[in-house]
């Protein structure tokens, strides 16, 4: 029990440094200052008894600012990136970068001179491999193989699971892409040629990232970077996000790549540590195993919204209407054009877990599926879901109208607002759009004849008032 009221006391002592930023009561920074070992303040050395906070203690613990900014002291307490860099996995713990993490922060010159010369080497490595002009760094190049879309395959590899990459030794790939409508500029860095990532770079919770070997991410106030190691703990990859908000981006680059569970996960997973942390802090600290104890189930990934953000990949594709094998294959020729069928097909494999791409499917087939049951192991219609009135749209729905057996259309829920009673739907449409275009046009990456977000009114002439209008359908999903 000794060794428990000491493991305990030691735990939330370094809690109390790390998530409210308190002070030694021996620090000469502290308002009041008491020498070491003399009083039973869980913030000084006096053994397994000293639990205490005082007064200006508890007033600090209570003002939420705190938690959220560590700082700087001699004695090993707080500090979040001495490079200028804020590590995700440690903004909860508000600990030290560790490792890994002061590898990257070690090599912050290339990353802030591919910062500031980014679009230099882009339009000059075009035709010809360019060696950096730094150096420090002068054996890096940025490699032409840019333009054959080696970073794309990077994401796809990832996205998929496929962490083994034939790249370059010190060679630095660009990419400039669109993701949900916002433009990036990105650098993927590997070490060495032949790159192989552990198998455990997914994590639940930006919390977890602390005390994974594997895979780090975190913000400058110019970019983002999330940086993988092989099993020894050193560097193979980076890619380094460039876009108009740092911190969100690497966390929008995360969920896209697969690397993270999906937001609302996310949150409470972090949710329910810092729940913890507060219990053992405020509370009775020599319950900190009761608090803690052991999970007692995983949380489980939502399928509907990692197969929407899988799909967002082929935003700005074009619209083409397709036959044979092309509407199955899942190689780029087979997705670089698809119709709206062939589209929710696709999202379908994905949210069902779906061995292939469902084939044959078409809108006609959806409509007769209505009556014979045909899809219904994977999509099912929802009942009344044709009806003015219905408004219990969730997000990964496929809505339907149908005219005819050649005239139809389909996509896939994205949200639905009900205070605005507004319908965003991710789809491929044609060239002369939808029968409602107007709220779509200020969507980042409007197009026509494409792969697209839009959005419509739930009771507009684009859903609900469109001839032919069926209603909505449900994933039926194995997650």
């Given amino acids: 029990m000794a060794d428990d009221a000491a493991l305990t006391r030691t735990a939330a002592h370094e809690l109390g440094h790390g998530i409210f930023s308190l002070r030694h009561t021996f620090s000469t920074k502290n308002i009041i200052y008491l020498p070491q070992g003399t009083t039973d303040n869980l913030m000084d050395y006096s053994g397994t008894t000293a639990t205490r906070l005082n007064k200006y203690q508890w007033d600090y613990i209570h003002n939420p600012q705190n938690i959220w900014f560590a700082w700087t002291e001699e004695e090993e307490e707080g500090e979040m990136g001495v490079y200028g860099i804020t590590w995700l996995g440690n903004i909860l713990w508000g600990l030290a970068p560790d490792e890994q993490e002061r590898e990257i922060e070690t090599r912050l010159e290339l990353f802030n001179h591919i910062y500031q010369k980014y679009e230099d080497y882009y339009n000059n490595s075009k035709t010809k491999d360019i060696y950096l002009s730094n150096g420090k760094y002068k054996n890096w190049s940025v490699r032409k193989a840019s333009f054959q879309g080696i970073a794309k395959k990077v994401f796809k590899g990832l996205k998929t699971n496929d962490n083994t990459f034939n790249l370059w030794d010190e060679g630095i790939y660009f990419e400039n892409y669109q993701l949900e409508g916002k433009p990036y500029k990105i650098a993927v860095y590997s070490v060495k040629k032949d790159i192989v990532l552990g198998e455990k770079i997914r994590i639940k919770s930006f919390s977890e990232l602390r005390y994974n070997k594997l895979i780090k991410a975190g913000y400058t106030k110019h970019y983002g970077l999330i940086s993988f190691y092989d099993t020894e703990g050193k560097m193979h990859m ?11 981006d690497v966390k929008q680059w995360l969920n896209y790549l697969g690397l993270i ?219």
């Fill in 261 to 479: 569970l999906p937001s609302r996960e996310q949150e409470k997973e972090d949710k329910d540590i810092i729940d913890k942390i507060l219990e053992v802090i405020l509370h009775d600290i020599n319950k900190l195993n009761e608090i803690w104890g052991e999970k007692k189930e995983d949380q489980e990934e939502s399928a509907i919204e990692i197969a929407l953000t899988e799909m967002e990949e082929f935003l700005g594709n074009s619209y083409a209407y397709g036959g044979g094998d092309s509407r199955t294959s899942l190689d780029e020729k087979g997705t670089d054009e698809m119709d709206c069928s062939e589209f929710v097909a696709r999202f379908l494999q994905k949210a069902c877990g779906l061995e292939e791409v469902p084939s044959p499917f078409y809108t006609s087939l959806m409509l007769s599926s209505m009556q014979d049951g045909s899809f219904d192991s994977f999509l099912q219609h929802v009942k009344n879901s044709e009806k003015e009135d219905f408004k219990d749209i969730r997000p990964g729905d496929v809505f339907l109208w149908s005219r005819s057996s050649s005239d139809g259309h389909t996509g896939v829920v994205v949200s639905y607002d009900k205070e605005t009673d507004k319908v965003t739907v991710i789809e491929a449409i044609g060239i002369s759009g939808a029968a409602e275009e107007s709220l779509s046009k200020d969507i980042e990456g409007y197009c026509q004849g494409c792969i697209r977000k839009s959005i419509y009114t739930r009771t507009g002439k684009a859903l609900y008032k469109h001839a032919g209008w069926k209603g909505y359908f449900r994933a039926v999903t194995t997650k």
């Fill in 238 to 248: 980076v890619i380094q996000i460039i876009g108009s908000k740092p911190e969100q």
